[in-house]
């Protein structure tokens, strides 16, 4: 069973930094792609970003020139850098993969990380 683990998270004033972790128990190279989705209560979850398999990576609007996917394959690990922080990134951030087996899709998601950024 594949298990994703979120860390990094916390609270940090508007305009700084955080690097969320996801670290996967098997090798990254089997899954398609890979991201990072947030949610806020009463709100759907969003995606912030993804990185697929070779690398590619595409993100969500508001986050453009802020955020930064990139993946460590020899730690199966992907990462999110989160620099200048809005009060309205707080969220609750996971980190998601899915792999396409036999023309079926299977997601795998993390248990989430809580962000806040104070104003």
């Known amino acids: 069973q594949v298990q994703l683990v979120e860390s990094g998270g916390g609270l940090v004033q508007a305009g700084g930094s955080l690097r969320l972790s996801c670290a996967a128990s098997g090798s990254i190279f089997s899954f398609n792609a890979m991201a990072w989705y947030r949610q806020v209560p009463g709100k759907q979850r969003e995606l912030v970003g993804v990185?697929?398999?070779?690398?590619?990576?595409n993100y969500e609007d508001s986050v453009k020139g802020r955020f930064t996917i990139s993946r460590d394959n020899a730690k199966n690990t992907v990462y999110l850098q989160m620099n200048s922080l809005k009060p309205e990134d707080t969220a609750v951030y996971y980190c998601n993969a899915h792999r396409i087996v036999w023309a079926t899709r299977k997601e795998y998601w993390g248990q989430g990380t809580q962000v806040t950024v104070s104003s």
């Open positions: 990185i697929t398999s070779s690398g590619i990576t």
